[in-house]
């Protein structure tokens, strides 16, 4: 896994892409990109953002229901067996990490 210092992108200056984690340059946190499908409205990303942000450790979460994709921000890593359990109990599946 790789881990980049260019917050806001997953890939390099040579074009490569990482894991899909980045690591904020100030040391703020850790960013993944997930996506969840069956996500269609501004409620839907609240859902999933609401039961996302109850994981230990989380600072921030962007769902965006026309992509599919969850950015969340956390302290460390997070177990992603916890975050598919979020985003079932929200009423969505976990696709995996976009």
Not at 41 to 52: D, F, K, R, T, Y
Not at 56 to 76: M, Q, R
């Amino acid at each position: 896994m790789t881990t980049q210092t260019n917050a806001g992108s997953c890939c390099s200056s040579d074009g490569s892409c990482g894991s899909g984690t980045v690591t904020d340059a100030q040391g703020a946190g850790v960013t993944a990109v997930y996506k969840v499908s069956g996500m269609t409205c501004g409620h839907c990303e609240g859902a999933v953002s609401q039961e996302i942000s109850t994981l230990d450790g989380v600072t921030d979460v962007k769902a965006v229901a026309t992509t599919g994709e969850v950015t969340v921000t956390s302290a460390a890593p997070l177990d992603e067996e916890a975050v598919r359990a979020a985003v079932d109990e929200a009423g969505y599946e976990f696709v995996g990490r976009a």
